[in-house]
DNA sequence: CTGAAAGCGCTTACAG
DNA sequence: CTGAAAGCGCTTACAG
């Protein structure tokens, strides 16, 4: 392969001249800026950017941790990364975690060897997390309130409350839960909002209606098996994702019961199947995309140098109403 | 940061002994070894990985071109290449090209400059895109016949006629379309499929029941407000993705139609939610992790050295028969 | 087992 | 506008 030596040669120019003539053809003269292309040319020259990136001690690539990439809401939010991240000339590193505490750090240690010059965390923070590096620049993105570090999210709390509430609204007063892993804050945060609306409502919190998932359409489903065990049965249910929305009302429909006209379903994201699926989804809408743009543009001002003045930028989010919620049954 | 130089001098030994205990612990003596990694944490010391790169001319990066990230299908693909790539140390950057040319050879170029030692390119070839570089390493994965490189796959023509003849086993003798773009290769195989099939029955092409989609859910309930205009309607459809299966069936619904009672649809990729959509989805698996440990095995193999022996590598696909299909009614 | 030295391919302050 | 030279942080053949 053609080196910045071989050029030199060919053109009969300093390989500082040959340098300048590339990444600043303004401080050469035409006629050598002249040689130096047509020598590249010849030789089919492309500087190598690893040894530039390292001679620069600067990589123009960020990491993204993703806990799971078969996620649509992170397939969004990483789409609004890769946009800004492109723009400015940036390269984006996906990290597919998988929830590995092993792989994640394995991608953070890119950053620690100066193969990338930040990060981003999809996944929301975790308290008993040991802090990042305060060397490393750190954004996270789509997590929960309580992040040290800066943070693009929507406010879980109130946006689970206002789901609730709205069920509420439409006359529901027994209301099932289907949450994520219960140490995951994306979890905790929605379960928190849950009880507010209930007990601005008045309505006790009973923990014989809550189940847990992992946010997959699979736990979804199965969670409703063990919600049929209850005596006392909710007329809906408030999952956290859209995904488990789909696996719960699929098994509904299996156990015989229709949504929404005997049991109410509302899940979270709203991605793209939401609007699809029959009944279409009651969910919450995340500004996925605009979430991961605001990351990036946070994590490249910190990479150039900035302090960004806020720490934590809340993005609206947005209930979206379609078929898969009605009043409650008359019985 | 801290600097093998300032291991070195702080261990009071060479850097050549500081960074064979690193790299090669057995070359040096129990001792030495023990004074380095005493340094080595006093430090806080990481090795910069980036000029490592340089000096070894070697990346342990390969990147993966996604026509879209959000689609299903290729995620579970990349994971696949994933588990290969981080079992044997490589980092996967992966490249969401969303079909634009521009952005597609942004990450070839990254090869090229050397930032990445091979690539895996999801977008099926298409006959008018100029050979890859010989020069550089790339495997195809999921793509289709034809292509000019290494490559992992289905048989899409087969997999399609399989789909499509057993339709036609149920009964059905009128099966519409709905493919993707009609210049991407998939549609282009697997409209073939289509034909063959039709033709081992006796039954004439109607160009008048195939409607172009995009692969996409919006796509796919589009393009049955098309069929919906034509005077002699299908009794099924052959949907050439998971995603427009499920936009058609939402369609279909809401024309007061039943899938399938009154129409039969079938989809392609089987993701997760095929199973959970209502009604779930006949369609025909492919094995996308499998697709991509394999095409990750055949880069990883190319680009330290060895020439693989089979340039195509066809794997099965498998028909899954659920919900959406049917005989069709007898009027 | 250890160290001095060359070199990977670039960029850039310095001198002219 | 141009060139000689130093240096980014490592690895490794060579000599001892």
Redesign the pocket.
């Known amino acids: 392969m053609a ?3 071989d050029v030199s040669r060919e053109s009969g ?5 040959v ?2 003539a ?2 600043n053809p303004e ?3 035409k ?2 800026l002249q040689r130096v292309n047509e020598a590249i040319e010849k030789l089919q020259y492309k ?2 950017l690893s ?2 990136k ?4 600067r990589t123009n690539t960020i990491v993204v941790l993703v806990p799971n990439i078969a996620n649509l809401f992170f397939a969004q939010l990483i789409s609004g990364i890769e946009d800004v991240a492109a723009r400015r000339g940036y390269n984006v590193l996906l990290g597919d975690t998988r929830d590995s505490v092993t792989r994640e750090s394995e991608f953070i240690s890119l950053v620690e060897t100066r193969q990338a010059d930040g990060l981003i965390q999809l996944r929301p923070h975790d308290d008993d997390a040991p802090l990042p590096d305060p060397t490393i620049k750190a954004v996270n993105a789509g997590g929960c309130a309580g992040t040290p570090y800066h943070s693009v999210r929507i406010d879980n709390i109130e946006a689970a409350s206002k789901v609730v509430k709205y069920l509420l609204s439409l006359g529901h007063t027994r209301i099932g839960v289907i949450s994520g892993l219960s140490n995951n804050r994306h979890s905790i945060d929605r379960l928190q909002g849950y009880k507010q609306a209930l007990e601005s409502a008045g309505i006790a919190y009973d923990d014989e209606i809550i189940v847990e998932g992992d946010f997959s359409l699979w736990s979804g489903f199965n969670a409703v098996q063990h919600l049929s065990q209850v005596a006392n049965k909710p007329t809906a249910l408030f999952c956290m994702s859209d995904d488990m929305a789909i696996g719960a009302i699929k098994g509904l429909k299996e156990k015989g019961l229709q949504v929404p006209e005997d049991i109410s379903v509302t899940g979270f994201d709203d991605i793209d199947v939401a609007n699809y699926y029959d009944p279409a989804l009651t969910t919450v809408r995340q500004p996925a995309v605009k979430i991961g743009e605001k990351a990036a543009e946070l994590l490249l001002q910190m990479i150039e140098g900035e302090t960004p003045k806020v720490q934590e930028y809340i993005l609206p989010y947005e209930l979206i109403s379609r078929e898969s919620t009605s009043a409650p049954k008359r019985v």
């Open positions: 080196t910045i030596r120019l300093s390989i500082a001249t340098s300048r590339i990444s401080m050469v003269s006629h050598s500087p190598n040894s530039q390292f001679r620069l001690q």
